[in-house]
């Protein structure tokens, strides 16, 4: 009979990255996710400053979307164009940056002066990416020079892939709840469209008039009295069901 070994404690690299799967599996929303990666990134990092920024494709453009800083006012405001900024360049070519020492010296470096880490010495840049494509950066700052170990690029890549899942999911369930809303629309003013149909009908019958005076009918109506065109249609209707009648 073969002993089997005890189990030894797990390497803190493997439970560092325990806990980032385990918080973008869980039910916290996008804000939540990255507010809580952002924590493990600058525990991993000791970062003085770090960054998440996301690509907005309808756009072209990176968006400042969470700090473990106070950047409130800039959040979802402070945007870059096509090219501008290495977090952009991050996303745009899902390659790494890392810049050792005098960073905002560096040409591909854009300056926002919202920002005071931008004048910070050394940076690492990571994409959030999902299938090969970016779709973010995650960005690390440090106020004194600094070399970057090979372990903790790889960890920080970890860590932008599995936030590069998130975000994808998150946008693509944001996605589908649009779609959804729009098709509910699209149905409450087709059936708004019957009613309304059906109403100049009832009209045009009961006072021999054309569709158009049906519908100038209705529509005058709706605007004295107040009341949508929809409702309008649906009194009619039901007084006409009722066999009531209207003058």
Not at 51 to 79: C, D, F, M, N, Q
Not at 136 to 156: K, S
Not at 159 to 167: D, I, S
């Given at each position: 009979?073969?002993?089997?070994?005890?189990?030894?404690?797990?390497?803190?690299?493997?439970?560092?990255?325990?806990?980032?799967?385990r918080?973008?599996?869980s039910?916290?929303?996008?804000?939540?996710?990255?507010?809580?990666?952002?924590?493990?990134?600058?525990?991993?990092?000791?970062?003085?400053a770090?960054?998440?920024?996301?690509?907005?494709?309808?756009?072209?453009?990176?968006?400042?979307?969470?700090?473990?800083?106070?950047?409130?006012?800039?959040?979802?405001?402070?945007?870059?164009?096509?090219?501008d900024?290495?977090?952009?360049?991050?996303?745009?070519?899902?390659?790494?940056?890392?810049?050792?020492a005098?960073?905002?010296q560096?040409?591909?470096?854009?300056r926002?002066?919202?920002?005071?880490?931008?004048?910070?010495?050394?940076?690492?840049?990571?994409?959030?990416?999902?299938?090969?494509e970016?779709?973010?950066?995650?960005?690390?700052?440090?106020?004194?020079?600094?070399?970057?170990?090979?372990?903790?690029?790889?960890?920080?890549?970890f860590?932008?892939?599995?936030?590069?899942?998130?975000?994808a999911?998150s946008?693509l369930?944001?996605?589908?709840?649009?779609?959804?809303?729009?098709?509910?629309?699209?149905?409450r003013?087709?059936?708004?469209?019957?009613?309304?149909?059906?109403?100049?009908?009832?009209?045009?019958?009961?006072?021999?008039?054309?569709?158009e005076?049906?519908?100038?009918?209705?529509?005058?109506?709706?605007?004295r009295?107040?009341?949508?065109?929809?409702?309008?249609?649906?009194?009619?209707?039901?007084?006409?069901?009722?066999?009531?009648?209207?003058?």
């Open positions: 009979m073969i002993a089997l070994s005890t189990p030894g404690p797990v390497p803190a690299h493997v439970a560092l990255m325990l806990r980032v799967s918080i973008v599996s039910e916290l929303s996008l804000d939540q996710m990255l507010e809580e990666i952002l924590e493990v990134a600058v525990q991993v990092s000791a970062c003085d770090c960054l998440v920024y996301l690509l907005e494709k309808a756009t072209s453009e990176i968006i400042l979307w969470a700090s473990r800083v106070p950047h409130a006012r800039s959040l979802g405001k402070l945007r870059m164009k096509l090219g900024g290495v977090a952009r360049g991050v996303a745009a070519q899902n390659s790494i940056v890392a810049l050792t005098q960073a905002a560096d040409p591909r470096f854009k926002f002066p919202s920002l005071i880490e931008d004048t910070y010495e050394a940076f690492l840049s990571i994409p959030l990416a999902i299938g090969g970016a779709v973010g950066a995650i960005n690390v700052h440090f106020r004194q020079p600094r070399e970057f170990p090979a372990d903790l690029i790889d960890l920080l890549t860590m932008g892939e599995q936030m590069g899942g998130a975000v999911r946008v369930a944001e996605e589908n709840l649009r779609l959804r809303d729009e098709a509910l629309e699209m149905q003013q087709l059936a708004a469209r019957k009613l309304v149909e059906r109403a100049k009908g009832i009209l045009m019958r009961r006072f021999s008039i054309t569709e005076e049906a519908y100038l009918r209705l529509r005058n109506d709706s605007r009295s107040r009341r949508s065109m929809r409702d309008l249609a649906e009194h009619i209707i039901q007084t006409e069901i009722n066999g009531l009648g209207t003058e």
